[in-house]
Each structure stands twice: as structure tokens, then as C-alpha cells.
């Protein structure tokens, strides 16, 4: 017994050695790379953060690339390594994660806002687009694009974001109803697979890697570049809020507004439970034209519902665009004495959350755990849905601002990765909590995180199809059960452009394969 005991001890010594010999041997490698940019091994920390605050996992280096051929570098490298190497890779945007999917404990992150590769460039022609690095920031895509008098057709509510990033996932806002999400809205990409290769695709070149790509969580190749479909700019938008005390109402309404050709570009709504300050949370600063009556609306205790428009015009378009808006409303059924209107320029109404940051940033209310939960919800299950939540799991709206509106899936593209509901209209809701780190009371992380675990529980409890948007599960199981059907498809394609499990290991959906001996 003693004998095994002493063998026992000293087989796993001489096998942590080896392991800790691996990892001694694996920074001295990467510094071998031939690459333009270069690696860090000691400044590591910010890698391990992100937007969610909740996560922290120490990457082993950060990669800052000046070209693609340093990013296809080093995947090429550690694929060549195999599985004797447990080393990762995840590429980090703006770091706006919210459970660690772009973290690699023990990995490589590659800081994607490092590279430069080829300028931004404006195609101005019939089908005018962008080509873009895949670590640019939307924003500034924008102001680009303003300069010729364009800019991309689908947006996210915050531009400070990397293309990669929403490219990765799907990229969704009140544009969607009608030009669908930001995937639907890219002709080419340029991609590194995970054997380290550079590959250009698009709908009618490496068509099966482009699709999988788009909303691929980042699982078959790191988005290098990619050309963005554009459309003439307006110059102004009229901002538009209009109340509902139910909810059924509300949600025909909103429904009738995303069918057919809408009078509206942008159609969003959010959910206010017991609480005042109705026509603002942190997400933007929404000023009406008269503030006098807006102030003097009270929501008495109840639960009411925003129904958010944006119109977008050029000066002298106003007196038609003023006709169609007041035509358009008339067909509404919202509370008549809430109609709140606001006018803006194009770039300050897409920027809105930005201008809410800078505010929170100054408070030290950004940098707090956001235990974010962004649900898809079949058109024929919402009202459950809202009945439950809204009217029993919920009783305030205090931690952050809950948004909710519908989309139809007629503009998304089921060949791509992202998983939706099965329905031809369905019903993005978000709950964008922010945590008091120090509390344990109703806005403390733990009191929100059993709120989302409820909302959850319900919905697999009354079947109502629903999916994760920007999902995270902890086991392949509940991966598998997340993407159904597609799942097969799925594993299919992370063998071919990803076999040995080496990008994106923060999603948790597949581990690298380590051999020991």
C-alpha cells in the first residue's frame, strides 16, 4: 500500500512537471514568431476582463497584431503544436463580452482594435459598401461613411463595438424588422480558420465558411475584414415615445408597425415596472419637445410599456415626413395624452447609449457586473410570457432597462450559425441589469442573477421555444439542446475550420483535446 501510495505521488509529480515544462517552453516559442506587431506576456490583465465584469481568466499572452498575416501566424503556429499544446486563442474587440467569451485562460488573446491592415474604404457606386478591418469600431464606420453620405443599414444600439464582435454573434436593433441583422447585411469576409489560414469568403466563394462564420460565436475563424452593404444617410430623426398600459396592445401595435412598408426606420420598445423617470434609463438621454408635459405623466405604481420610434429625414423633407408620422400614429392605440417627440441628428440618435456612458463612466457606475439576459421569443408565446415575467417575477425595473420588440425572420439568413425561433415573427427581449457590487439586496448581483435563473426556469417549464441571444451555457448538453437540429451542422463545420477546438474556448462549447503522454 505504502509502495502504491509512493508511486502514485511520484508518477503525478513527474507528470506536473511535464505540464509545467510544456507551459515553461510555449512563451519562448511565440517570441520565434515572425510577426509585425508583437506579443505581451507580462501586461495581460485588461485581456481578462470584460463588459460583464463577473468573469477573469489570466491569458498566458496578448497578441497585438499590425496585419493578418500576424494573427494567421500565431493560429497557424498552435495548430501546428496539436494537442500536446494547451494553448487557445480568443480575439478580444472592444470587450464587451458579459461572460468571458473572449478570454482564453492559460491561452492567447489577440487585441483585434491593434490591427491595421488596408485603410476603410467608401465603394460609392449602385450598391455602395464599406470594407472594413474586422477590429474596427462601428462608430467609426459611421463617421466614415457620413462622409460620402452613407452608412450601414442594421445597427446595434451601441456603436463602440468591433465588427468582428457583432458579426460573431448576429448584431441587432430597431432597423432589424426591416433590413434584418447585421449579418444580413455583409456581402464578403475575409477569415483566419483555425489551422491558421486566410481565407476570403462570401456568398458565391467559400460559401460555407462565410455562413458559418456569421453568428459563429467566434468558433470557425477570427473575422479579419469584411465589406459592409450601405445606404444613403438622412441627416436628421424624428425620436419618437408613446405609452401603453397593456400589454397585449402594445404589442399588436408593434407588430403592425414591422409588417408591410412601415413608415418608421427604427422600432423598439422597453417595459417600465414601479418606477418613475419614465422616458430615460442609462441606455440614452431622450429630450421631448414639450418636457413639461412629460413630466407631468405619472405611471402610479403600474407597469407600462414604451413603445420607441425613430423616423429619418433629410430638411426638406420635413413637412411630408410630419404628415406620414402624425397619419401612422393615428392608427396606434397607445395612451393619447403620452405621444413624446423628439428631433436629432442622425449620428446623435445612433450614438445615444455612448452619451448615456460617458455619464455613468463619471459616476463610476460603468465598470459594475452586468448580468445581462437576452432572450428570442416566439410571436405566439409573448403574452404568456409578458403575463409571468413581467407580472410576477419582476416587480421593478430599477436595475436597468428591459427592452422588447419584434423582428421577422424573413430577414435572417438560416443558412449562418445564429440559432432563432421558429415562428415568422419573434420577440428580442433583453434585460440589461446592472449590479451594486456591494449589496445584497434587490440590485445585488445575486438577487439578480436567481431573477434570470426564474425567467429561465419558466420559460423551459411552459415550452415556449425560446433561445439565448448572446447565449452562455457551462456543458456541451445544454449547447446541444440551444442549437437542436442545427447542432450537428454545427460540430460538422468546427471540425472542418476548427478541428483541434483552438479559437474561442471563453464560449464553452468545445475544449481542446490535451495529450499528456
Known amino acids: 500500500m505504502l509502495f502504491l501510495r509512493s508511486f502514485m505521488i511520484l508518477f503525478l509529480s513527474c507528470l506536473t512537471i511535464r505540464i509545467n515544462l510544456c507551459f515553461a517552453g510555449i512563451p519562448s516559442s511565440l517570441k520565434t514568431l515572425s510577426i509585425d506587431g508583437h506579443f505581451n506576456f507580462e501586461e495581460v490583465y485588461h485581456a481578462a476582463k470584460d ?18 498575416s500576424d ?15 494547451e494553448l487557445t486563442v480568443a480575439a478580444r474587440g472592444h470587450g464587451h463580452s458579459l461572460q468571458g467569451q473572449a478570454q482564453a485562460h492559460r491561452g492567447v488573446v489577440i487585441n483585434m482594435e491593434s490591427l491595421q491592415g488596408p485603410k476603410m474604404k467608401v465603394h460609392t ?56 441583422p447585421q449579418i444580413s447585411n ?25 455562413y458559418s462564420v456569421l453568428g459563429g460565436l467566434g468558433q470557425f475563424g477570427i473575422i479579419t475584414r469584411a465589406r459592409i452593404s450601405l ?17 397585449t396592445t402594445f404589442a399588436r401595435d408593434q407588430e403592425k408597425l414591422i409588417s408591410g412598408e412601415s413608415t418608421f426606420d427604427y422600432i423598439e420598445g422597453f417595459v417600465i415596472i414601479n418606477r418613475t423617470g419614465l422616458l430615460n434609463n442609462w441606455r440614452s438621454s431622450f429630450n421631448p419637445q414639450d418636457p413639461v408635459q412629460a413630466s407631468q405623466f405619472k ?4 407597469t407600462l410599456f414604451c413603445l420607441e420610434l425613430a423616423k429619418y429625414f433629410n430638411p426638406e423633407e420635413m413637412a411630408v415626413v410630419n404628415q406620414e408620422i402624425k397619419s401612422s400614429l393615428s392608427r396606434l392605440n397607445h395612451i393619447p395624452s403620452t405621444l413624446f417627440l423628439s428631433e436629432v441628428p442622425y449620428i446623435e440618435f445612433l450614438d445615444r447609449v455612448h452619451i448615456s456612458e460617458i455619464k455613468l463612466r463619471s459616476k463610476g457606475l460603468w465598470e459594475v457586473p452586468h448580468p445581462w439576459l437576452n432572450l428570442l421569443i416566439p410571436r405566439s408565446k409573448i403574452d404568456s410570457f409578458a403575463q409571468e415575467v413581467f407580472g410576477n417575477i419582476l416587480t ?26 421558429e415562428e415568422d415573427v419573434f420577440y428580442l427581449v433583453a434585460f440589461l441589469s446592472s449590479a451594486v457590487t456591494s449589496s445584497t439586496g434587490s440590485d ?8 434570470n435563473k426564474r425567467i429561465l426556469e419558466y420559460c423551459e417549464i411552459a415550452r415556449l421555444g425560446v433561445k439565448q441571444y448572446l447565449p452562455h451555457y457551462y456543458t456541451q448538453g445544454q449547447w446541444q439542446a440551444h442549437f437542436g437540429p442545427q447542432w450537428e451542422v454545427f460540430v460538422q463545420r468546427k471540425s472542418t475550420y476548427d478541428p483541434l477546438a483552438i479559437l474561442a474556448p471563453g464560449q464553452r462549447i468545445f475544449q481542446k483535446a490535451i495529450a499528456y503522454s
Request: aromatic letters at 10%.
Open 51 to 68: 463588459f460583464g465584469n463577473r468573469y477573469s481568466f489570466l491569458p498566458l499572452a496578448v497578441l497585438h497584431p499590425k496585419s493578418v
Open 396 to 421: 421593478d425595473t430599477s436595475n436597468g432597462p428591459i427592452l422588447i420588440y419584434p423582428v421577422n425572420k424573413s430577414k435572417w439568413d438560416n443558412r449562418t450559425s445564429v440559432v432563432i425561433p
Open 125 to 180: 457606386a449602385n450598391f455602395p459598401y464599406v470594407d472594413v478591418s474586422g477590429g474596427e469600431l462601428w462608430i467609426n464606420i459611421l463617421r466614415e461613411s457620413l462622409k460620402h453620405g452613407l452608412a450601414p443599414k442594421s445597427w446595434t444600439d451601441y456603436l463602440h463595438l468591433t465588427v468582428g464582435g457583432t458579426l460573431s454573434n448576429a448584431g441587432i436593433s430597431g432597423q432589424a424588422f426591416r433590413h434584418g
Open 71 to 85: 494573427i494567421a501566424t500565431t493560429v497557424k503556429h498552435i495548430w501546428q503544436m496539436g494537442s500536446r499544446s
Open 444 to 451: 445585488g448581483l445575486d438577487h439578480i442573477l436567481i431573477q
Open 231 to 247: 445606404e444613403p444617410a438622412p441627416e436628421l430623426v424624428k425620436w419618437i415615445r408613446v405609452l401603453y398600459t397593456d400589454f
Open 186 to 210: 455583409v456581402h464578403q469576409l475575409e477569415v483566419v480558420t483555425g489551422k491558421g489560414e486566410v481565407v476570403n469568403c462570401s456568398k458565391k466563394q467559400n460559401s460555407d465558411l462565410f
Open 299 to 302: 405611471s402610479d405604481g403600474r
